[in-house]
């Protein structure tokens, strides 16, 4: 094992850029430092990860309505962690609807995230969506009081726009997917995901962030979103998002949970990796099947969400209503990595490392 010093024997005095002072700065060189920042933190959660027994978590987005269905929905989950076992909540997005969050204390977090989960008493690993920088034209600003409750909650988990979180044998890289789309921080972001991915030693890589790959639902697939292709802006028709999939996600990540369009999605897997849709938070739009993916299962009938176990070489994962009724299950084994994982960090430059080859890829429950 590499020797955590360097980086890692920092690591419990630097600081986000994000947070240091506001001292002038170049650019570039701004830019420098949030990446050596960010990679530093993701080698040395990856040197420090211990083998645990099976990780077990939920997932969902698009559930800031503050609405009954959301109130249901909490309710279900905390019976299934007390049945089945949860460690952690990915939540995928559009935290609070539809302005965002507008200030420290906005009563927004109380009735949209406390009070609806007031019963699971686990870390949630928050992500912006769309909607948590207010609707068009988007506010930068606003996302800076998301990331700012983390250290006023003790649940909410958004230390930064992006993010690794170790978990035993599972790496989660939490993505801000609206501010990549926007130029917010796309360079940083990909160039992060990129090494972060390539250095990952868990078990299992696990990518989540609030816009979809694949969508049958009302948005649509990546390069495609609103089904208006290369009619619409980049910014519209997700095409910088469709890269970022293709160019480095795909092949390096074994899941990839996305939300966006209101619905439970599990399309057939593409590229070497599964993609989950969990929108379905809080309400619920309608399966256009646009794209036409096909699908091992979908669900546009009522909110729902995700309940998943990793142990070993084993994904189970099952999909649930607003009720806490079981809609769906499917087990895989997990897929081999290629010997060397390559990724393109940035257009006109291609990296590869090596990686230890995994076990055969397998499947059930279809």
Same mark, same amino acid.
């Given at each position: 094992?590499?020797?955590?010093?360097?980086?890692?024997?920092? %690591?419990? $005095?630097?600081?986000?850029?994000?947070?240091?002072?506001?001292?002038?700065?170049?650019?570039?060189?701004?830019?420098?430092? #949030?990446?050596?920042?960010?990679?530093?933190?993701?080698?040395?959660?990856?040197?420090?990860?211990?083998?645990?027994?099976?990780?077990?978590?939920?997932?969902?987005?698009?559930?800031?309505?503050?609405?009954?269905?959301?109130?249901?929905?909490?309710?279900?989950?905390?019976?299934?962690?007390?049945?089945?076992?949860? !460690?952690?909540?990915?939540?995928?997005?559009?935290?609070?609807?539809?302005? +965002?969050?507008?200030?420290?204390? /906005?009563?927004?977090?109380?009735?949209?995230?406390?009070?609806?989960?007031?019963?699971?008493?686990?870390?949630?690993?928050?992500?912006? +969506?769309? @909607?948590?920088?207010?609707?068009?034209?988007?506010?930068?600003?606003?996302?800076?009081?998301?990331?700012?409750?983390?250290? #006023?909650?003790?649940?909410?988990?958004?230390?930064?726009?992006?993010?690794?979180?170790?978990? =035993?044998? $599972?790496?989660?890289?939490?993505?801000?997917?609206?501010?990549?789309?926007?130029?917010?921080?796309? !360079?940083?972001?990909?160039?992060?995901?990129?090494?972060?991915?390539?250095? %990952?030693?868990?078990?299992?890589?696990? $990518?989540?962030?609030?816009?979809?790959?694949?969508?049958? +639902?009302?948005?649509?697939?990546?390069?495609?979103?609103?089904?208006? =292709?290369?009619?619409?802006?980049?910014?519209?028709?997700?095409?910088?998002?469709?890269?970022?999939?293709? !160019?480095?996600?795909?092949?390096?990540? /074994?899941?990839?949970?996305?939300?966006? !369009? @209101?619905?439970?999605?599990?399309?057939?897997?593409?590229?070497?990796?599964?993609?989950? $849709?969990?929108?379905?938070? %809080?309400?619920?739009?309608?399966?256009?099947? #646009?794209?036409?993916?096909?699908?091992?299962?979908?669900?546009?009938?009522?909110? =729902?969400?995700?309940?998943?176990?990793?142990? =070993?070489?084993?994904? %189970?994962?099952?999909?649930? /209503?607003?009720?806490?009724?079981?809609?769906?299950?499917?087990?895989?084994?997990?897929?081999?990595?290629?010997?060397?994982?390559?990724?393109?960090?940035?257009?006109?430059?291609?990296?590869?490392?090596?990686?230890?080859?995994?076990?055969?890829?397998?499947?059930?429950? /279809?």
């Amino acid at each position: 094992m590499p020797r955590m010093n360097g980086c890692c024997a920092r %690591s419990a $005095v630097i600081r986000s850029p994000l947070l240091q002072s506001k001292r002038t700065v170049k650019p570039e060189n701004a830019m420098l430092a #949030r990446l050596r920042f960010l990679l530093c933190a993701s080698l040395c959660a990856a040197l420090a990860m211990p083998a645990t027994a099976a990780v077990r978590f939920l997932a969902l987005g698009d559930a800031g309505e503050g609405n009954p269905a959301q109130y249901a929905m909490g309710k279900a989950m905390t019976a299934l962690c007390a049945r089945k076992g949860c !460690d952690f909540v990915i939540y995928l997005g559009d935290n609070f609807y539809g302005q +965002g969050i507008t200030r420290p204390d /906005d009563p927004q977090f109380q009735q949209k995230f406390e009070l609806p989960y007031a019963g699971l008493d686990l870390p949630f690993y928050a992500m912006l +969506g769309n @909607h948590d920088y207010g609707d068009p034209p988007l506010d930068y600003w606003k996302p800076q009081f998301q990331i700012a409750y983390t250290w #006023r909650s003790a649940r909410w988990k958004m230390p930064h726009p992006f993010y690794l979180v170790q978990k =035993g044998e $599972v790496a989660l890289f939490a993505l801000d997917t609206t501010g990549y789309l926007q130029g917010v921080n796309t !360079d940083v972001q990909r160039a992060w995901l990129a090494g972060a991915l390539a250095i %990952s030693r868990a078990k299992w890589n696990i $990518v989540a962030g609030h816009h979809s790959y694949l969508s049958n +639902g009302e948005h649509g697939n990546a390069g495609n979103y609103e089904g208006c =292709g290369n009619f619409c802006p980049a910014i519209v028709n997700g095409a910088p998002l469709k890269d970022l999939f293709e !160019d480095i996600i795909c092949g390096n990540a /074994d899941i990839v949970l996305s939300a966006h !369009d @209101h619905n439970l999605q599990w399309p057939k897997s593409r590229c070497g990796t599964e993609f989950i $849709v969990s929108g379905a938070g %809080s309400k619920t739009t309608r399966l256009v099947r #646009r794209d036409a993916n096909p699908v091992h299962f979908e669900h546009d009938r009522t909110p =729902g969400f995700l309940w998943a176990s990793i142990e =070993g070489e084993r994904f %189970s994962a099952e999909l649930y /209503d607003l009720n806490g009724k079981l809609l769906y299950k499917r087990s895989i084994t997990k897929a081999a990595r290629p010997a060397w994982r390559c990724t393109r960090p940035w257009p006109g430059y291609a990296g590869c490392l090596p990686a230890q080859l995994q076990p055969e890829a397998g499947g059930a429950g /279809d």
